[in-house]
């Protein structure tokens, strides 16, 4: 696709003037530092464009197409993105305030070292979104649905994340405290560590099937038995489960029962498994890499791909019952 180059004045009258021309299609638009506000540019195509440190104020970018589009360190206030296709699109270092995203498609962002405020997220779609050192403050997310993400020291400050998909996310180092968390949906979650649980709402949260690390990271009052979840660590027992592409890295999983569990595309890497019961697993294209497997027992598992570099062996039973320890040299 060839770029199109827009050179604008400060107000930005070139672009402008093509919009309200009729123009719409500004797909691949170098646009770096662009400064516009007070204009409504509903419906316009600015996918893959390039958009970085611009910034925007009380603009109308309704039903617009930013797809793939870098918004890298943007400054956006006032301005409405309702039913907008951000998908795909590098939100790294944003400062956005007041903003109106609903119905948005924001499917497989990448949200790190950044910032939203007082903004409207009701509905949007934020499934396989990465977050890291980032915060929502005061922010309606209600419905969202931010299924299969990972969140890594991300703030809900304040929150509505009532009736939110969280399903399938994985949680490290997320702050809840003053938020709304009724009637979400967090089976299949990956909990590594969470807290501000005493001072949120969880009224009828689905934990039903999630993994956690520690008790710590549960709301006080729940039971875990009674709330279907599952702990992660030495002696667990989570034969029969399917934890596809789970990361359970540097974990202690020693003494566990994970037989006839689904494993595939996991990351055990640096894990300690010694112990530790396989029999009838699917490891098919997981990583062990650095794994201590002493006396582990993967007899009938599906090792097809799985990355053994630097494991230890020791009296470990392999697929096909032979017993393998590797000699230190």
């Not at 109308?60 to 930013?66: E, G, W």
């Not at 003494?255 to 098919?284: H, I, R, V």
Request: aromatic share 8%; hydrophobic share 35%; glycine share 4%.
């Amino acid at each position: 696709m060839q770029k199109v180059y827009i050179f604008f004045t400060p107000m930005s009258n070139e672009l402008i003037q093509r919009y309200q021309a009729g123009e719409r299609d500004f797909s691949g638009a170098e646009l770096e530092y662009l400064e516009l506000s007070n204009i409504s540019l509903e419906e316009i195509n600015l996918s893959s464009a390039n958009l970085r440190r611009a910034k925007l104020q009380n603009i109308n970018l309704d039903n617009a197409n930013l797809s793939n589009t870098q918004l890298i360190s943007t400054e956006v206030e006032n301005t409405t993105f309702r039913n907008a296709n951000l998908s795909y699109v590098n939100l790294e270092g944003i400062s956005w305030e007041n903003i109106d995203l609903t119905d948005t498609d924001l499917t497989d962002t990448n949200y790190d070292h950044s910032t939203i405020q007082n903004s409207n997220l009701t509905n949007a779609n934020l499934s396989q979104m990465g977050g890291f050192q980032s915060t929502f403050d005061n922010c309606n997310l209600s419905s969202a649905n931010i299924s299969h993400a990972k969140l890594s020291e991300v703030n809900f400050d304040d929150c509505n994340l009532s009736n939110v998909n969280f399903s399938h996310t994985t949680f490290y180092d997320v702050y809840i405290q003053g938020s709304n968390l009724s009637n979400a949906d967090l089976s299949h979650a990956y909990i590594k560590a969470m807290s501000g649980w005493s001072e949120a709402n969880y009224t009828n949260v689905n934990f039903q099937n999630s993994l956690y690390l520690d008790l710590e990271d549960l709301p006080p009052e729940i039971d875990p038995d009674e709330a279907g979840l599952m702990f992660i660590g030495a002696e667990t027992d989570l034969s029969g489960k399917d934890l596809i592409n789970i990361d359970l890295s540097e974990q202690e999983i020693n003494s566990a029962n994970l037989s006839n569990a689904n494993f595939s595309n996991a990351n055990f890497s640096n894990a300690n498994l010694s112990d530790t019961d396989f029999t009838n697993a699917n490891l098919e294209n997981a990583d062990l890499s650095g794994a201590d497997l002493t006396n582990t027992n993967f007899f009938n598992a599906n090792l097809n791909n799985a990355n053994l570099d630097e494991v230890i062996f020791d009296n470990t039973i392999m697929p096909d019952g032979s017993i393998r320890s590797d000699e230190e040299e």
